[in-house]
């Protein structure tokens, strides 16, 4: 059996205020900023100088993907700004472990593995947490106790932990940091 379709359609004139009204609802622009006395920046001119800030957007980059956050619906202006803040401090944390990173490589002549497993030293934060993606713990037994040390530490991990300004104690599993093994 075969389905047919037929579409018919019209094209109907819109009035220029109904025009404007969609495309206002359509271009919202939703930015969160604190207003303080001393700044000499309107509201208006705020999109452009954010745009501008495409670090910015890198950073926030990750807000836009399903993938890593779920949705989320706020109901109050003030929960909404809440949320805000809450990003605004975990991208200013992403960005000073990049820049510390970077700066030690760079001060160093040292790289880290980037794009395609080349060593740079303008790696990214999201990169460099990548490093430690199989880094793990292992029980090991012996009679009646038992010892935990770490599994698939790599000489890239240790510039990495130098590069953070870390010591490599601190990513001992903790139960042998308390010396209870």
């Not at 004139?13 to 700044?39: F, G």
């Not at 040292?110 to 199989?134: C, M, Q, V, W």
């Not at 292992?138 to 599994?151: E, I, M, N, P, W």
């Amino acid at each position: 059996m075969t389905s047919h379709w037929r579409v018919t359609y019209s094209i109907t004139d819109m009035d220029p205020t109904s025009i404007e009204t969609h495309l206002r609802k359509q271009a919202t622009y939703v930015l969160i900023r604190t207003r303080e006395a001393t700044w000499e920046i309107e509201d208006r001119d705020m999109i452009p100088a954010y745009r501008r800030q495409f670090v910015v957007e890198q950073g926030f980059s990750w807000l836009k993907s399903t993938a890593v956050i779920n949705p989320i619906y706020l109901h109050t202006p003030h929960r909404i700004a809440s949320l805000g803040f809450i990003y605004c401090i975990g991208l200013m944390a992403w960005n000073l472990i990049q820049r510390n990173v970077r700066t030690y490589l760079k001060a160093n002549q040292l790289g880290l593995p980037y794009h395609h497993k080349k060593k740079s030293d303008h790696i990214t934060t999201r990169f460099l947490f990548e490093l430690f993606a199989n880094l793990g713990t292992a029980t090991q037994k012996y009679h009646h106790h038992s010892t935990k040390h770490l599994v698939n530490k790599t000489g890239w991990i240790c510039l990495a932990l130098q590069a953070l300004g870390i010591s490599e104690d601190c990513m001992k599993p903790v139960l042998h940091r308390m010396g209870l093994h």
